[in-house]
């Protein structure tokens, strides 16, 4: 097993950003449901 | 007579383990029910791949190529990334969102419980493992079997079996796997925490508009997403449309089969002997574990923060049904709802943190392949 610092440091911006766009897309579809359920009923 | 019995010296140990492995599967398919449409096909598919020169799969005989079936299977399905995809039909023409969209708030969860994908990407490009590897596992954690075959396939990773083993027994262990995890972070007060559920009716329009808008927003966000929340909400779309009941059952039994079959077995082409008895199977196995685990730590500690803000609590529990594996993941939080308050019914709310939990795996597993890839 090779303990490799360096890539686990280069994963975390990434998965910061990943975390992010999951939460990005999740957030406009919350949005455009609210605007709907309310426009929709 | 005795060329009946020449390959007999072609037996090595390594396949027989396997065969042993593929029994152990089509064992835990039968009879402990796990997940036995992917788990029974794999078993089988592992004793037929490492049978010694098994015609299943592709030989070099007299120095003559001979292509092997299940390597067809593969090229045709998986390394094309194709029955994923339309397994992905099924599930959406399967899936019913309206607990999401009477609750939209429930969306938030299905978010942080992917947090143990990306704390595993992390965890396993520590322990050296090659960046497209390590995403191939982390992916482990979606809780979603054709995400995983699709990510882990995309980066062509060497580990699709020991992946794809993994995520699905995983799937299959959630009632295992998640109650002493939520049992350890969450205090008995928290997990008595009711819930209201109001049952608001949604219109035939916002179901319909739903597939649409989810797919407009992952493609923009996250665009290598596309194929796989496209091909999910098609099938979602057909079923919600009202017009297409015959495709909607079609693709919800006769597809979703038909797929079903073939992938199990076409994914046993990458369980030979020599790719799967590693070291390094061994640690995507407890990898996919940490996957899990953290998947289910990042839901109900983001239902935890919530708590410190709202006025109307949230039960802790619900954070961790916002994985993928549906519908085994709401009903292990409303049965442990229901293990401290006889009358507490969490289902509803779960379930709406679920079918959450498979639109953010799948933008997940874009977004993995979109940072790496």
New interface residues.
């Given amino acids: 097993?090779?303990?490799?610092?360096d890539?686990?440091l280069?994963?975390?911006p990434?998965?910061v950003?990943?975390?992010t766009?999951?939460?990005?897309?999740?957030l406009?579809?919350?949005i455009?449901?609210?605007i709907?359920?309310k426009a929709?009923? | 007579m005795l060329e009946i019995f020449e390959n007999f010296q072609n037996i090595t140990i390594p396949q027989i383990i396997m065969w042993a492995i593929g029994g152990v599967l089509i064992y835990l398919a039968i009879k402990k029910d796990m997940e036995p449409t992917l788990l029974l096909p794999l078993g089988f598919g592992a004793i037929l791949v490492n049978l010694p020169l098994s015609g299943a799969i592709t030989q070099i005989h007299n120095g003559v190529e001979e292509v092997g079936a299940i390597d067809i299977l593969f090229n045709a399905g998986i390394a094309n990334e194709l029955f994923p995809l339309l397994l992905f039909i099924g599930i959406g023409a399967m899936i019913d969102f309206e607990p999401l969209l009477t609750n939209p708030k429930l969306m938030f969860f299905g978010v942080f419980a992917q947090f143990g994908i990306f704390f595993t990407l992390s965890l396993a490009a520590l322990l050296g493992f090659d960046l497209k590897d390590a995403a191939s596992i982390a992916i482990i954690g979606a809780a979603d079997g054709p995400t995983s075959i699709f990510v882990a396939n995309y980066f062509n990773s060497k580990y699709v079996g020991a992946i794809i083993v993994a995520a699905y027994s995983y799937m299959a262990l959630v009632p295992i796997i998640q109650p002493p995890v939520i049992k350890l972070i969450t205090t008995q007060k928290e997990r008595k925490i009711r819930m209201e559920y109001k049952q608001n009716s949604v219109s035939k329009l916002t179901k319909i508009m739903f597939p649409i808008i989810v797919t407009i927003a992952a493609g923009i966000v996250a665009p290598r997403s596309v194929a796989l929340i496209g091909f999910l909400m098609f099938g979602n779309l057909i079923r919600e449309c009202g017009v297409l009941n015959m495709l909607s059952q079609t693709a919800q039994k006769e597809l979703a089969n038909l797929i079903t079959i073939l992938l199990g077995i076409s994914v046993a082409s990458k369980m030979r002997a020599d790719m799967f008895l590693t070291t390094e199977t061994l640690m995507i196995l407890a990898l996919g574990l940490v996957a899990f685990i953290f998947d289910t730590v990042g839901g109900v500690c983001f239902a935890k923060i919530i708590n410190l803000f709202a006025k109307k609590k949230v039960n802790p529990m619900i954070g961790a049904a916002g994985i993928s594996a549906f519908p085994m993941s709401s009903r292990v939080v409303h049965k442990m709802g229901l293990a401290e308050d006889p009358s507490n019914f969490l289902l509803m709310h779960a379930a709406g943190a679920n079918v959450s939990g498979q639109i953010a795996s799948v933008i997940a597993g874009g977004l993995i392949i979109a940072l790496i890839g």
């Avoid at chain 1, 097993?1 to 610092?5: G, H, L, Q, R, V």
């Fill in positions: 097993m090779n303990i490799n610092f890539a686990f280069e994963t975390l990434m998965a950003t990943g975390m766009g999951i939460f990005t897309v999740i406009i579809i919350f455009v449901i609210k709907m359920n929709f009923k």
